[in-house]
T-cell receptor, first 110, second 117 residues
């Protein structure tokens, strides 16, 4: 079992819709959770982090964490074509570095 | 733009060359990382430096040699590479502490696109 799992996609949504990206993790001791956006050929950019159960909102982005289910998600409201990218979920488990998932590719259709 | 810079942005080298990648962070962080990202593959952690000390080496071949002279600078020295080493090499930094106030989010530099011919 991979430590951090994401559906590779592509997830295709129409412009203006809500995109829902999901991530599961295996280590119950995981403490912190991060979402990165990576455009093709570019480096990952941190867009959200969440430490506690529940929802955290920042503009059009909402991160949701459920530690009991070992599940973290990212919702993107009013999706725009510029949101088309690969979204990486990362988890801090108490070791020295983050553990990354392989990413979900999001396509927003105009 | 993040506070992590990398040079060069693109590098083409032959298998017998020796070159170095440079990373500098301006965020006051004390942990730095090297990652490799090959086409259609997830990020692979290579090395971790915490307070200038190497704390992790993920079974990376010896043809990759890291150096961290201080908490703001990180180098990756390359020699006798193979074509399969062609990839995007990413540097990242974070604040790692033992007395509270630590944050674990990592910030990435723009990367060096390496091609080995």
């Amino acid at each position: 079992q991979k430590e951090v799992e994401q559906n590779s996609g592509p997830l295709s949504v129409p412009e203006g819709a809500i995109a829902s990206l999901n991530c599961t993790y295996s280590d119950r001791g995981s403490q912190s959770f991060f979402w990165y956006r990576q455009y093709s050929g570019k480096s990952p950019e941190l867009i959200m982090f969440i430490y506690s159960n529940g929802d955290k909102e920042d503009g059009r982005f909402t991160a949701q964490l459920n530690k009991a289910s070992q599940y973290v998600s990212l919702l993107i409201r009013d999706s725009q074509p510029s949101d088309s990218a690969t979204y990486l979920c990362a988890v801090y488990t108490g070791r020295r570095a983050l553990t990354f998932g392989s990413g979900t590719r999001l396509q927003v259709q105009p | 733009e993040t506070g992590v810079t990398q040079t060069p942005r693109h590098l083409v080298m032959g298998m017998t060359n020796k070159k170095s990648l440079k990373c500098e962070q301006h965020l006051g962080h004390n942990a730095m990382y090297w990652y490799k990202q090959s086409a259609k593959k997830p990020l692979e952690l290579m090395f971790v430096y915490n307070f200038k000390e190497q704390t992790e080496n993920n079974s990376v071949p010896s043809r990759f040699s890291p150096e961290c002279p201080n908490s703001s600078h990180l180098f990756l020295h390359l020699h006798t590479l193979q074509p399969e080493d062609s990839a995007l090499y990413l540097c990242a930094s974070s604040r790692y502490g033992t007395s509270g106030g630590e944050t674990y989010e990592q910030y990435f530099g723009p990367g060096t696109r390496l091609t080995v011919t």
